[in-house]
């Protein structure tokens, strides 16, 4: 609504800006008029003994037409105020209005002749406001009463035929210019309204050219353009400027999980807080997604000291953005990954610099995210790489390259009463990639969704194929935060087993203690869907990702998976080996069945 009523305040602004710029266009071409026709009248006149007040009347017109001159040309050169101009325009008019008014009071002559000529100037004058005047409002009418009244006045009072006639055609008239004056400001009116649409629609296609909707920043075009400019000055001027790639850190996951409406709110937060930090003359721009820009022109001299300070506002950008959010009803926090790059550096240009700075915030990814780092020329190699896998990624989703095998989990007998399915990639068809190498990639590109689809899929046909063999064995999927917390994934995994014919007690879904703990209430609620539906649950990497005795009781889990970590160097009397037992004593007490990882040997 806040909205909505200042672009109608702009509109009113604009309309009389229009209106006030149409009236001062004609307003020295009037006072020439003003002039020139005075001057006829004088010249006229003047051999009329009797007017003894005709060198008044005419230098109370000049004095008239001097002060709309004065007026006019003072717009020219500074339009801003609005009002006041608006103002100055009328009285200089109508102090011309009233040196025409006065001149059937001072100069009206004795014959005939004369007098008609002098109704004819005056009618003549007030006419050509409809013309001149016709942008201001009710100016026609008011200036056609000012300046015919005296005459009309004196047509009266004399009493001849023709002063009477003259009298009823002047009165026609005033009616005729005044209500062709009204027409005439309509008209210019509506020319303005439909010339201002025209210039706020270039203005608005212009900005969103420029301008990204959602945040009202700078987009990548307009950033890249003064990112050069900034260039090019650093050049000329020998400055250390700096350029920072700013990423928000799982913000996926906040889309998915509380919808785009608290992630749109999240982002002109970040937005609003960025703007703040910065000077008037840095730029911030998004970039898409969860990506923001900034351009700091002329941080120092020395490329140390430009270094250093730019690491210092990095860190106020990155607790600026990590304080608390309320967003979509929400209070949520979100840390940012810092991507650095000093310019000038030797003859790249921006579109290069953009990219050094986006390997640099790479490299805060893999450090842990929520820092950053500083580009060098290795992280170039490294972005490269993770263009070339996300491009091979994408290729092997339509070539189904996406392969799942299978680690037994046995008893203390020996006996297979379950698998793990774990994703490998036969790149090209011949070499076999672990996920270490790709996982982490197909996360930050969004390409996690369709490697999940592909592994479910396997998984299902496998199921049925391991069924015919022993029915005692299930099948568990490690599923990713992201996927998880997708809208309708527990919808998904429900049409699934209904589509493959597999019964829900066979598959079983790990999702790890870190992930569960994030958002409780969440996990928790879609648990409760799939298990009423018979899918069962385990927790993996357990150990590692703090949670509470009294959370881990409320989670509808079957199985725990004591994370490697306690497991490859246990040994009796250790710490870790009483850990291990206090685990697996709780679970028994709870009836979850219990998982060491990390047992084989080869």
Not at 370 to 387: G, L, P, T
Not at 572 to 597: F, P
Request: glycine share 6%.
């Amino acid at each position: 609504m806040t909205k909505s009523i200042s672009n109608n305040i702009e509109q009113i602004s604009d309309l009389h800006s229009g209106l006030l710029e149409r009236a001062y266009q004609p307003m020295i071409f009037a006072a020439l008029t003003s002039v020139i026709v005075g001057s006829l009248v004088y010249y006229t006149l003047s051999p009329d003994r009797t007017l003894s007040h005709l060198e008044l009347w005419f230098g109370l017109l000049m004095f008239a037409a001097l002060s709309r001159l004065i007026v006019a040309v003072w717009y020219k050169f500074s339009p801003s105020d609005i009002l006041q101009f608006s103002v100055l325009w009328y009285v200089a008019t109508f102090l011309n209005a009233g040196a025409w008014a006065s001149a059937p009071l001072l100069i009206w002559p004795e014959s005939a002749p004369h007098q008609s000529f002098l109704a004819l100037v005056l009618a003549g004058m007030s006419g050509g406001t409809i013309g001149t005047l016709s942008a201001m409002p009710m100016a026609v009418p008011l200036y056609v009463i000012t300046c015919m009244t005296p005459l009309l006045w004196r047509l009266s009072v004399a009493h001849t035929e023709t002063s009477n006639s003259m009298l009823a055609l002047g009165m026609v008239y005033v009616l005729w210019v005044t209500l062709a004056g009204l027409r005439a400001h309509r008209l210019v009116r509506e020319s303005v309204v439909v010339s201002n649409q025209r210039v706020r629609a270039e203005q608005t296609v212009e900005h969103q050219a420029l301008y990204d909707d959602l945040t009202d920043l700078p987009n990548r075009r307009l950033f890249l353009e003064r990112l050069q400019e900034a260039l090019d000055s650093s050049k000329r001027d020998g400055e250390y400027g700096t350029l920072m790639f700013i990423d928000l850190d799982n913000f996926k996951r906040i889309n998915d999980s509380l919808g785009h409406q608290a992630g749109d709110e999240l982002l002109n937060w970040v937005a609003t807080r960025l703007r703040l930090r910065l000077r008037d003359s840095d730029t911030i721009a998004r970039l898409g997604g969860d990506e923001f820009a900034v351009v700091i022109p002329s941080v120092a001299s020395g490329l140390d000291k430009s270094l250093l300070q730019t690491e210092k506002i990095a860190d106020s950008l990155r607790r600026a953005i990590a304080s608390p959010i309320v967003a979509g009803g929400y209070e949520m926090q979100v840390s940012a990954s810092v991507g650095i790059v000093s310019f000038p550096r030797g003859e790249e240009d921006a579109l290069e610099l953009l990219k050094h700075a986006d390997s640099a915030m790479y490299a805060a990814k893999r450090a842990g995210r929520n820092c950053s780092r500083v580009f060098n020329q290795a992280m170039d190699e490294k972005s490269r790489h993770r263009i070339k896998t996300e491009l091979a990624i994408r290729n092997a989703l339509d070539r189904r390259e996406f392969l799942t095998f299978y680690q037994p989990q046995v008893d203390q007998q020996g006996t297979v009463f379950g698998l793990e399915a774990l994703v490998r990639w036969r790149r090209n068809g011949t070499d076999l990639v672990g996920p270490s190498e790709f996982l982490s990639i197909a996360e930050d590109s969004g390409l996690m969704k369709g490697i999940q689809e592909q592994v479910m899929d396997n998984v299902m046909k496998d199921i049925q194929r391991i069924t015919s063999i022993s029915d005692a064995i299930s099948v568990s999927v490690n599923v990713g935060v992201n996927e998880f917390y997708r809208p309708g994934f527990s919808e998904n995994i429900i049409n699934l087993l209904n589509e493959s014919g597999v019964a829900p007690h066979k598959l079983c879904i790990e999702i790890t203690e870190s992930m569960a703990m994030q958002r409780l209430n969440t996990v928790i609620d879609v648990m409760n869907e799939l298990r009423e539906f018979g899918v069962r649950f385990a927790i993996d990497d357990f150990g590692t990702g703090y949670s509470s005795l009294v959370h881990l009781k409320t989670l509808p889990i079957d199985t725990l998976k004591i994370d490697r970590s306690f497991i490859s160097d246990i040994k009796e009397g250790t710490t870790d080996a009483e850990i291990v037992k206090a685990i697996i004593a709780m679970t028994n007490q709870m009836g979850i069945r219990t998982i060491a990882e990390g047992v084989e040997s080869q």
